[in-house]
């Protein structure tokens, strides 16, 4: 049996997850950047109307330059340059009736009985199609968006309203999961009030509406819908397809192990008209297969089963995107996500292979043997593969095997067999994802932002590993995009402007796709960085221009070797030469903290007088910490010039200078009073002492877990003179201050 059947009939082992990823440590983006700092330097935009919330429907107008904005009685127009900028805003909660009959319903007016703004569609050029779940009364209606850029409009007729059962969902917990082909919606949702009968349902538009056959747990069981794409099969629209992304109850999986779950790729024709004698006004072309995302294990492959979001990233050829796609885990042993990619071709395989079928006294789910009927189930009526012109015409054999077959006995595997990245023990799971494809020096790279439960944007690249199609995600940045540590429930990409804009139910926010600022000042830590949008262009880091001289435009995202594509480029020169004082017996606290969350720090030190240099080694007198090097009980003997060596990706970049010079007690005491006599002690020093007290004695549990580690353990001296020395300390500070003209530089005592 071939991995794939395996996966598809879930054998018992399947869950048990492989002891190696136990063990993995979460993965470190190269940067992490706090929402302060996003705000400070990175042009962050955040929108939030007054006493609403749940921004889950978002929506990019890239012609009229508009974000449009659903949450809880609002529909909001924002300008996809600036979210922050002249918004425009519409009311539409729900009449005071049907928020009674919530009520009475026994949902909670305050929270649930509100018009949750849960889809919006492009609908025509001059209007867009929202839904809503209307105080449990789902409803949709057409908003008014104007044509012209440079007015924006935002009107809605509420005496024009429509039915919005089976489009929106009518619990506000439930998501929407919904695409809009011409003016046909297929939606997958919920179609009753007790949240029961799930559905997949076309409304709108010439086509009859037809739905999935109710209360069949072979059909639906339990589902979950994530996302809806419309996929053409060939250049004949007869052929067209709609794929529903869920997760379901896994009718398949044997009682003993209980109630599993597992995500599915489900497919029905867009000409589908439903059968003639049975299955009237019902889909004749639903399949479902499983959609598996694991890591293959000695003891069985783990499993990624709770399928969050899907992204489909168009290439040049319609009919093949890319599907990226994020799972969590269901398993209460450990928290984990994962990001798959599947290929179209894999999946139309999968709809071509076995149907999946229950046999036998045992009842095991195996795959099915006998005839298939034709045209085969799953097959659009069109020119292109037979003769038959509507479904209405199809032999009653084929409407029967269809409705008792709606499985496929084949899985759909990632690309490379395993997860493109997974994130395992990090304390947050992936929610939501969007990609980018981002041409570079050497090729082209997809980019994916992956938003998670507690606010943050994870950066990834997907790098080739040997030959393709295996690729491996490389982890550059993580970026806290909402201060409130909201959940990410919706994410919209615009490559044209580069921007990303973010939905959770406090806030929208709006970041760009690059800060290539932010990766370094030098040729090496550019390079490094391996950000498809940035490249060193001679004397700075800066946006990646296709266009530009090769020379100006140095990048190297495959490798990201900066030997030589830097070579030549003088980073030595902005090495600052930094003098440190320190007294006999004390202490000193040499800062180095790369940028780079993934580079590891070398020192190395070489003695006043001497010529050979040696490697700092961590013992009981030196203690690295993820600022510095703290070095205890100075002798004379640790005077010298210490070099601080950031070490990522095999690639050495010298970061400080420090020039340690150690003073004996009766030195420090003439320097200090010295000091006295010359200046009194500026506010400056101070501030900084407290700092650094900070620093090497973090008080709570808040601080960063890598300080938690640098507690100095005072010798004898410096106890005793504990109230002496703070004193001196921030005098002496203040001669090394206009030594340097750098604060918080170093430490002594
Ligand atoms: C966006 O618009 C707001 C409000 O007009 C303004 O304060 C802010 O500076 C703008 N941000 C950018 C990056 O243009
Ligand atoms: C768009 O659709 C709305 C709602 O059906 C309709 O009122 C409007 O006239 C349409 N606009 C165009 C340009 O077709």
Known sequence: MGRAEAAAMIPGLALLWAVGLGDAAPNLPRLRLSFQELQARHGIRTFRLERTCCYEALLVDEE??????GAENHVASLSLDNISKRAKKLAWPAPVEWREECNWAGKDIGTECMNFVK??????????????????HPTCAFVEVGHRLEEPVL???????????????????????????GEELYSGVAADLMGRDFTIFRSLGQNPSLRTEPHDSRWLNEPKFVKVFWIPESDNPDDDKIYFFFRESAVEAAAAMGRMTVSRVGQICRNDLGGQRSLVNKWTTFLKARLVCSVPGVEGDTHFDQLQDVFLLSSRDRQTPLL????????????GSAVCVYSMNDVRRAFLGPFAHKEGPTHQWVSYQGRVPYPRPGMCPSKTFGTFSSTK?????????????????????PMGGRPLFLQVGAGYTFTQIAADRVAAADGHYDVLFIGTDVGTVLKVISVPQGSRPHSEGLLLEELQVFEDSATITSMQISSKRHQLYIGSPSAVAQIALHRCTVLGRACAECCLARDPYCAWDGSACTRFQTTAK???RRQDIRNGDPSTLCSGESSHTALLERKVLGVESGSAF???EPRSLQAHVEWTFHRAGESAHTQVLADERAERTARGLLLRGLSRQDSGVYLCVAVEHGFSQPLRRMVLHVLSAVQAERLARAEEAAAPAPPGPKLWYRDFLQLVEPSGSGGANSLRMCHPQPGPHSVATESRRKGRNRRMHASELRAERGPRSAAHW
């Not at 990226?324 to 928290?335: D, L, N, R």
């Open 64 to 69: 009229r330059g508009r974000l449009f904005v």
């Open 324 to 335: 990226y796609a994020v799972f969590s885990t269901s398993s209460g042993i450990f928290q």
């Open 550 to 552: 090769r020379r100006f």
């Open 155 to 181: 009107r809605l007729d509420l005496k024009k309203l429509e039915d919005g059962k089976g489009k929106s969902p009518y619990d506000p917990r439930h998501r929407a999961a919904s695409v809009l082909v």
């Open 119 to 136: 889809l919006l569609h492009a609908y025509n050029h001059t209007h867009l199609l929202a839904c809503g779940t209307g105080a449990f």
């Open 590 to 592: 040499l800062e180095c």
């Open 393 to 413: 015409d199809f032999p009653d054999d084929v409407i029967q095997f269809a409705r008792n077959h709606p499985l496929m006995y084949n899985s759909v595997l």
